[in-house]
């Protein structure tokens, strides 16, 4: 059965066709998330680069105007753990494509910025991925692709979403694992 077609329509009391909705939405997503950046993937593997560390030179471009990464914010950015970003960038120093710098905004931060050899990475990546782009525009058109980033933008902010517990890519679970600890079913 396709994902399309595996929607199931609310129960009109909650409960299971609610819960099955909600995970049916994570698997669909999940699902997305892993072909989209198992595409990448293959589009920079020839440039000597993972996907992870291209969104990481993309998202620190993204914000040169406007003071850089800290590497915490690039760490749930990205969805990877603390350890794993700091791996990540110490990498992409070393290369020679990014550095980190005060923030111009807040001496106290430290951030990380392209330097010109990331830039110029970047800039051939956004070619490369260009006929992949125009693939996506034909099976999902523009207006489509910007309702869904929305979607996942209001899904991803913490302040319009404080009920729900935000991604802990350390594994900690927070007060749901507690609660569930504490009736004596879990960790």
């Not at 350890?83 to 020679?96: C, D, H, N, P, Y």
Request: charged content about 25%; glycine content about 10%; aromatic content about 4%.
């Amino acid at each position: 059965m396709s994902q399309a077609t595996s929607w199931i329509p609310p129960s009109p009391l909650g409960g299971e066709g609610d819960a099955d909705r909600f995970l049916d939405f994570i698997y669909s997503a999940g699902g997305i998330s892993r072909r989209l950046r198992g595409l990448l993937d293959e589009q920079v593997r020839p440039l000597g680069l993972v996907g992870v560390e291209c969104l990481v030179l993309w998202l620190c471009d993204s914000r040169a105007r406007h003071a850089g990464w800290a590497q915490q914010d690039l760490a749930a950015a990205i969805g990877v753990s603390p350890a794993q970003m700091s791996s990540l960038v110490e990498g992409l120093r070393k290369r020679g494509l990014m550095e980190m710098k005060r923030s111009p905004v807040d001496r106290r931060r430290q951030v990380w910025q392209l330097l010109a050899q990331g830039e110029d990475l970047l800039n051939q990546i956004r070619a490369n991925l260009g006929g992949i782009a125009e693939q996506m525009n034909e099976l999902v058109p523009i207006p489509e692709q910007q309702a869904a980033r929305e979607v996942f933008a209001r899904l991803a902010d913490p302040l319009r979403t404080e009920s729900l517990r935000s991604f802990n890519p350390d594994g900690l679970c927070g007060t749901a694992c507690t609660a569930i600890s504490e009736q004596g079913g879990g960790k």
